[in-house]
Structure formats: C-alpha cells, structure tokens
C-alpha cells in the first residue's frame, strides 16, 4: 500500500492553516490529521481504480486475442473439413484414390475440434492420455460424438461425425 505524505514548508502560509506550527490548538491539530488521512484514503482509491482499470484492459486484450486465436482455429478445421468433403466428391466422381487425402486431412481433427472447444470455454485442453476421461466429465454429449469420430472406419464416416461434433461444440 502506497503512503502519500504531504509535505508542506513550515514557513508557507498554508502550512500554518494546515496545522503545521505548533502554536494550533489541538482541535485543529486533529483537523489536519483527520484530512491528510483523508486525502491519503482519496488517493488510494484512486490508485485502486487506476490498478482495476488497468487490469480490465488487459482482460479484454486477452478475451480479444482468445476471440481470435479461436476463429482462426474454427476457420482452419473448417477449411480441412471442406477440403476432405471435396477430395472425398472428387473421388466418388473419378476414383482417382482422393480418398487417402481426405483420410489424411481428417487424422487429428477430432482432437482439434476438442482443442477449439476448450479454448471456446476458456480452459485448457487435457493431455491426450487424459482426453476422453476429462471430456466425458465435462460434456458425455461431445465424448460420445468424440468416440463416433475417432472410431469411424472410413474418411467418409469420419467427415459426417467431425461435421456432427462441430454443430456440437458451436452451441
């Protein structure tokens, strides 16, 4: 806690107000201790409100930066999901083998869309070890569509239950 002392020169008028000089009655004497205190507890409220201002704007500069990292993560599995959808249209029209692309595009992405919810809810992800365990505490909704997903055998199936498991975790 700051001390804010107030110095006065004993030869200024003001400081002979304040009750500097010896000569005040003790009345006054009181006075001006009452006040300095006062001004003290005013300037502390001050510095309080400057700290608490201060931490607000760090908070938002963190929930803004949280905001983005997280829209540019949903974007990212977005834009993969897509691509697996069209990779996987391209192969069913031309059976060129897309197919392995698509599975490609598709391995990890259960565990990012885990990693976006979590960051959506603003705690941090568990380690893979403890995933299923720690998702099924937090939402068996979003754990069992995890299961359906890691499980899938095809790209195909695994494509409709990554797109399930987002609409899941975007409410």
Known sequence: ???????????????????????????????????????RGLMQQADDAANRADYWRANQR?????????????ASIA???????????????????ESDRAALLLEGAPQRLLACWYVQ?????????DLLAQVERDSPPVAWRLRL???????????GHCWALLALIAE
């Open 79 to 97: 834009s993969d999901l897509l691509r697996a959808q069209q990779l996987l249209a391209e192969d069913q029209a031309e059976e060129h083998g």
């Open 62 to 74: 963190q929930a803004a930066r949280r905001c983005q990292r997280l829209a540019r993560l949903r």
């Open 1 to 39: 806690m700051a001390s804010y002392p107030i110095h006065i020169s004993p030869a200024s008028p003001r400081s002979l107000a304040l009750g500097a000089a010896p000569h005040l009655p003790e009345r006054a004497q009181r006075s001006q201790r009452r006040f300095q205190r006062l001004a």
């Open 121 to 129: 809810r603003g705690e941090v992800s568990p380690a893979e070890r």
């Open 149 to 159: 997903a890691l499980r899938a055998p095809h790209a195909r199936a695994r494509l």
